[in-house]
């Protein structure tokens, strides 16, 4: 039974980014979310992570369904790499237990699909962890944009872009790696939220790596004349930016999409430009935190499911168009939710962190 106060959560992955945000993001969102257990592979991270965290029940993933069927875990947020989502994500609804999974949630629309009927039949939430929902900048950068500040928006163009240490995950076909999984995703989000639509027709090209993209760059059309396009890369020095363009002026967002960084806007009107800088945050607490709420209060998050797969259909027709050359059109689709302002919330930066057995997926 739930605690009218707290939920309870698994932590089910141990890697990087488990370790440097989301685990100790839970000491941030600490009104409505406890850490209760933790699934890892590693014995030596389950065993140091259980004490630096006072996590009283761990396990490797063998043990993975017997404690979401224990009664002590209420949710899980998932970490691990993007081709095992929908296998936890499945035992989760199974198990009646609520989930907020990272991004991308799945590989594939179909796949994302399935997941998101299991939990509807199981009646669990299922939460996509983009983290920028909640962010300020981000969420500041949609309503001036909205605003009709910059006039109409015409062009949304972003660079996101790291070098990647070799034989990491994102470098692996079986593990759902490739730059557009693992980049890509937030460029297709921004593009659709900032220009509040939709695209009808995409058209890609891809260096291809060890059967995964390595840097890929598409072109987005969208209704109402908008463009869209970017690049991302996992064997490019580290760019993290984009700029949408309008009839009266443009906003420059760099970095953009930073968790371990401060944020800056610069804003151009009338040929005169303005700045504003927004402090790094803790950007993990905050969907801990809204998440429990909808739990507790049985409402629908946002980003839901139907978020996640606006994101993947796009991202299957880029890596369609790659492939073949050739454009690929996309059928008509609306999506009246939007991320909001009331979804912003402000939580102190984690301090720094240092992982076990798990560097940064990036090269310094």
């Known amino acids: 039974m739930i605690n009218q106060n707290q939920i309870r959560y698994a932590v089910i992955g141990a890697g990087n980014i488990a370790q440097m945000a989301v685990l100790p993001a839970f000491e941030h969102a600490k009104k ?60 989760a609804a199974r198990c009646k237990v609520h989930v907020l999974c990272e ?36 969420l500041k950068a949609s309503e001036l944009v909205k605003s009709g500040k910059i006039g109409d928006p015409r062009v949304f163009d972003s660079v996101f872009t790291h070098v990647v240490r070799p034989g990491d995950i994102r470098t692996q076909p079986e593990m759902g790696g490739g730059a557009m999984l693992d980049l890509g995703i937030y460029c297709v989000n921004a593009a659709r939220n900032l220009l509040r639509d939709e695209p009808t027709l995409v058209f890609a090209v891809a260096r291809m790596v060890n059967g995964v993209d390595d840097t890929t760059t598409a072109i987005l059309q969208f209704p109402h004349g908008r463009v869209a396009q970017f690049t991302v890369s996992n064997s490019i020095a580290g760019v993290s930016s984009f700029r949408v363009s309008g009839t009266e002026g443009n906003l420059h967002v760099e970095p953009a999409y930073e968790y371990s960084d401060k944020l800056e806007h610069h804003l151009t009107i009338n040929e005169e430009t303005s700045h504003e800088s927004f402090r790094k ?84």
């Open 281 to 364: 945050r803790d950007q993990f607490a905050p969907e801990l935190e809204y998440f429990s709420r909808c739990i507790l209060e049985d409402r629908e998050p946002e980003p839901n499911a139907t978020e996640a797969i606006c994101d993947l259909r796009v991202v299957e027709a880029i890596l369609e168009s790659a492939a073949s050359g050739k454009p690929v059109p996309l059928e008509p689709h609306q999506r009246a939710r939007r991320p909001s302002p009331e979804q912003e919330q402000q939580k102190p930066p984690v301090s720094k962190q240092r992982p076990i057995h798990a560097p940064s997926p990036s090269l310094k």
């Open 32 to 91: 409505n979310s406890q850490l209760v257990a933790l699934i890892s592979s590693d014995p030596d991270k389950r065993a140091d992570l259980s004490k630096k965290y006072n996590i009283q029940l761990t396990g490797d993933f063998a043990e993975l369904e017997g404690i979401l069927k224990s009664g002590a875990v209420d949710a899980v947020y998932i970490a691990t790499p993007n081709a095992l989502h929908k296998a936890h994500v499945l035992l």
């Open 103 to 138: 991004k991308p949630l799945a590989t594939t629309v179909a796949d994302a699909q399935e997941m998101a009927d299991a939990c509807q039949r199981a009646s669990v939430k299922l939460m996509t962890a983009y983290r920028l929902h909640f962010e300020e900048a981000n």
